[in-house]
């Protein structure tokens, strides 16, 4: 089970890191995807990160303002979003998958593991 934390309240320009962990797993193997749902809005991939080669991707939104990253100490995924702005308000989720092709990474029907989400809203 996964469950992603970290969301809150912050102003345009400002920061979140959000952390997804997972219990009675490991990521080992697995490909790990942020991602999240706006108000009547489909859900959409930000980033997400291979975790045994450690190979990210981000969407163009995301690309130089947000970082995906693990640790494999903690076996949490990690996503600091700098920058913020108000298009970025949403539920942000993390799911798992052991996803082999590159072109699935972006598809949110290909994860069978997902969080419960996690609120992050910015203001203008």
């Known amino acids: 089970q996964l469950q992603a934390s970290g969301g809150g309240l912050v102003q345009t320009g400002g920061s979140l890191r959000l952390s997804c962990s997972a219990s009675g797993r490991t990521f080992s193997s697995y490909y790990v995807g942020w991602f999240r749902q706006a108000p009547g809005k489909e859900r959409e991939f930000v980033a997400g990160i291979r975790w045994n080669t450690d190979s990210t991707d981000y969407t163009d939104s995301a690309k130089g303002r947000f970082t995906i990253s693990r640790d494999n100490a903690k076996n949490t995924v990690a996503l600091q979003m700098n920058s913020l702005k108000p298009e970025d308000t949403a539920v942000y989720y993390c799911?798992?998958?052991?996803?082999?092709?590159?072109?699935?990474?972006?598809?949110?029907?290909?994860?069978?593991?997902w969080g419960r989400g996690t609120q992050v809203t910015v203001s203008s």
């Open positions: 799911a798992a998958e052991r996803l082999a092709l590159s072109c699935e990474n972006y598809r949110a029907y290909e994860y069978g593991n």
